[in-house]
């Protein structure tokens, strides 16, 4: 039997330094340029290696940008179910879901490639941008599975007070980056701005919850 040739522990290391120079080039180009500026030879030129190593450690350029944005994503990359669900689930998310949007909104306020990559989904026909929210979705899907028993039968629709707030989220910070203006006279680039923000977040899903538990002791 022919045995498999063992890698040198070094030429793994080299791969993986590699992959790291690529994955960076790719958010460098988006952050500068923006989703328009990605093509394999600049990205091979930013990261200062032959292209073909794209093709040989990602099999072609879109699934190198795939695993740069699937990384980069606060919601697909960041958020833990199984954390979520352990700290939440005794009370019904009533504490992890403002957390999460909190958190959400200080990655994205900072992020810059981040801004780009959301403007790239809602400006292009995109496979991988729709399967990134897709990911998203099955998220929030387990989430909702926590909270649900609290708000069934209540009127109160937390599915549409999160879409509002993870929507308006990435909009004012949007809107702050790109136009530099206020919003409601509420500007998010000061931390007194980003404390206002943070405080209606908290205000809203205190509100929701509070609400939900009401109606469901009638």
């Known amino acids: 039997m022919k045995k498999?040739?063992?890698r040198p522990q070094g030429e793994f290391r080299d791969k993986e330094r590699t992959k790291l120079k690529l994955l960076h080039a790719v958010g460098e180009i988006i952050r500068t340029e923006g989703y328009q500026g990605l093509g394999v030879n600049k990205i091979a030129h930013q990261a200062g290696v032959n292209k073909k190593l794209i093709y040989r450690y990602f099999d072609g350029v879109d699934n190198l940008i795939?695993?740069?944005v699937r990384e980069k994503d606060y919601w697909v990359s960041f958020v833990d179910n199984a954390q979520i669900a352990e700290t939440s689930r005794d009370d019904f998310g009533q504490v992890g879901l403002p957390e999460l949007l909190k958190e959400q909104f200080d990655f994205f306020l900072s992020a810059e490639e981040l801004q780009n990559i959301v403007l790239w989904e809602i400006s292009e026909n995109s496979n991988l941008m729709r399967e990134v929210a897709e990911v998203?979705?099955?998220?929030?899907?387990?989430?909702?599975?926590?909270?649900?028993?609290?708000?069934s039968g209540s009127e109160v629709d937390l599915r549409s007070i999160v879409a509002l707030q993870v929507a308006g989220i990435y909009y004012l910070v949007l809107h702050a980056k790109h136009n530099g203006s206020t919003f409601c006279e509420i500007d998010i680039n000061t931390e007194e701005g980003k404390s206002r923000l943070k405080k209606?977040?908290?205000?809203i899903n205190g509100w929701a919850f509070e609400e939900a538990k009401r109606k469901k002791k009638k």
């Open 200 to 203: 209606a977040i908290e205000q």
């Open 136 to 151: 998203r979705e099955h998220l929030g899907s387990e989430l909702f599975k926590i909270t649900d028993p609290l708000f």
């Open 4 to 6: 498999e040739r063992k």
């Open 66 to 68: 795939e695993k740069y």
